[in-house]
């Protein structure tokens, strides 16, 4: 088989994600663009400004990334891009250019689901796992729980109810005063605490099922915010009981499915799943079940364009298209993935 590049292209929230994969070398190209700073006065990402600013930087990132690969565009095999789920502003961004450069440069184009590119990021890895295996996606709008016994044969064991474990860390850091984003800030603070706050509760674990809910974490830490004087230790140590408690339960829940389906393998993937202590966690808890854990590398956590690329590489191999219309999906559940 001649040699495949892939261009990838993610925009589905507030970073602008460009990369190429390369099917003998991997990923050969990778720039990311947050607009945290953007973003950061208000405390949260607003969606016009996110379309805007992908508006902005999309093409000088797509034009970068080619340059360092050291590509021309006669040598890219197919464009894949993020369909959705995400903003509906955002994604038309990264929609409309890459169908306008696939018909340009006369290559198919890809959509590809946001959520099946970060459980695939692991694969880019030189450890990587073989099907089937369990997947966490834990991130700022997603916390499932997912069997996965083949590309595109996914199946939603369980999910939040509510809020997602990232965008509970993001809300509770924001009662505390932290800075936008405040999760990976609180995980910091974390770090610091002394414990001697009181435990937190592992919601929804005192019942059967594989579901979440953070919702009512949130409060509850926010309640002792205000009972306790806010010292720099108190708040340490309120950081340190809230994230025992998100990775307890993430972790009691992955241990649930792992006798469930009997899976030995586990893919930890979605911008929570840089932190350190669950990371720990469930390393300890495969390990103990006789099974292994596997994560993507730090930068390829978050929203990036090489877990889009490399997924685009798998279907391109199915030579899936998406032809010329323009669609994209802010809602779109991984159980009813299509590429279209």
Same mark, same amino acid.
């Given at each position: 088989?001649?040699?495949?590049?892939?261009?990838?292209?993610?925009?589905?929230?507030?970073?602008?994600?460009?990369?190429?994969?390369?099917?003998?070398?991997?990923?050969?190209?990778?720039?990311?663009?947050?607009?945290?700073?953007?973003?950061?006065?208000?405390?949260?990402?607003?969606?016009?400004?996110?379309?805007?600013?992908?508006?902005?930087?999309?093409?000088?990132?797509?034009?970068?990334?080619?340059?360092?690969?050291?590509?021309?565009?006669?040598?890219?095999?197919?464009?894949?891009?993020?369909?959705?789920?995400?903003?509906?502003?955002?994604?038309?961004?990264?929609?409309?250019? $890459?169908?306008?450069? #696939?018909?340009?440069?006369?290559?198919?184009?890809? /959509?590809?689901?946001?959520?099946? &590119?970060? !459980? *695939? =990021?692991?694969?880019?890895?030189?450890?990587?796992?073989?099907?089937?295996?369990?997947?966490?996606?834990?991130?700022?709008?997603?916390?499932?729980?997912?069997?996965?016994?083949?590309?595109?044969?996914?199946?939603?064991?369980?999910?939040?109810?509510?809020? $997602?474990?990232?965008? #509970?860390?993001?809300?509770?850091?924001?009662?505390? /005063?932290?800075?936008?984003?405040? &999760?990976? !800030? *609180? =995980?910091?603070?974390?770090?610091?605490?002394?414990?001697?706050?009181?435990?937190?509760?592992?919601?929804?674990?005192?019942?059967?099922?594989?579901?979440?809910?953070?919702?009512?974490?949130?409060?509850?830490?926010?309640?002792?915010?205000?009972?306790?004087?806010?010292?720099?230790?108190?708040?340490?140590?309120?950081?340190?009981?809230?994230?025992?408690?998100?990775?307890?339960?993430?972790?009691?829940?992955?241990?649930?499915?792992?006798?469930?389906?009997?899976?030995?393998?586990?893919?930890?993937?979605?911008?929570?799943?840089?932190?350190?202590?669950?990371?720990?966690?469930?390393?300890?808890?495969?390990?103990?079940?006789?099974?292994?854990?596997?994560?993507?590398?730090?930068?390829?956590?978050?929203?990036?364009?090489?877990?889009?690329?490399?997924?685009?590489?798998?279907?391109?191999?199915?030579?899936?298209?998406?032809?010329?219309?323009?669609?994209?999906?802010?809602?779109?559940?991984?159980?009813?993935?299509?590429?279209?």
């Amino acid at each position: 088989m001649d040699n495949i590049r892939i261009l990838g292209i993610e925009s589905s929230c507030d970073e602008t994600g460009v990369a190429i994969y390369d099917s003998e070398q991997g990923i050969c190209a990778h720039q990311l663009y947050s607009q945290v700073k953007l973003h950061s006065e208000y405390g949260g990402v607003v969606p016009e400004l996110a379309s805007r600013d992908h508006v902005r930087k999309i093409i000088p990132l797509i034009e970068q990334t080619l340059a360092e690969a050291n590509c021309k565009p006669q040598a890219i095999s197919a464009i894949a891009y993020t369909q959705g789920p995400g903003l509906i502003g955002a994604l038309l961004v990264g929609a409309t250019v $890459a169908r306008s450069l #696939a018909y340009g440069w006369n290559k198919p184009a890809i /959509g590809i689901h946001h959520l099946e &590119g970060h !459980l *695939l =990021a692991p694969m880019l890895e030189d450890e990587r796992p073989d099907y089937p295996f369990l997947a966490l996606l834990v991130s700022g709008g997603h916390t499932q729980i997912c069997e996965v016994r083949g590309l595109g044969d996914y199946r939603l064991i369980g999910e939040s109810i509510d809020d $997602a474990a990232g965008e #509970a860390f993001d809300k509770t850091a924001k009662i505390m /005063g932290l800075d936008y984003p405040g &999760g990976p !800030l *609180l =995980a910091k603070l974390a770090e610091q605490g002394d414990g001697s706050e009181k435990r937190f509760p592992r919601p929804m674990t005192d019942r059967p099922g594989l579901d979440f809910s953070f919702s009512g974490l949130k409060t509850f830490a926010a309640n002792r915010v205000a009972a306790v004087e806010q010292t720099p230790q108190n708040m340490a140590n309120i950081a340190q009981a809230f994230q025992d408690a998100v990775v307890d339960t993430l972790a009691i829940k992955c241990k649930r499915a792992v006798k469930q389906t009997g899976f030995k393998r586990l893919v930890v993937a979605g911008g929570v799943s840089a932190n350190k202590q669950l990371r720990h966690k469930l390393a300890q808890l495969m390990s103990a079940q006789g099974g292994q854990v596997y994560y993507p590398r730090a930068e390829y956590c978050t929203d990036n364009g090489a877990m889009i690329a490399y997924a685009g590489f798998c279907h391109y191999r199915q030579r899936q298209d998406a032809g010329l219309a323009i669609e994209v999906f802010p809602r779109w559940p991984l159980s009813e993935k299509v590429c279209s």
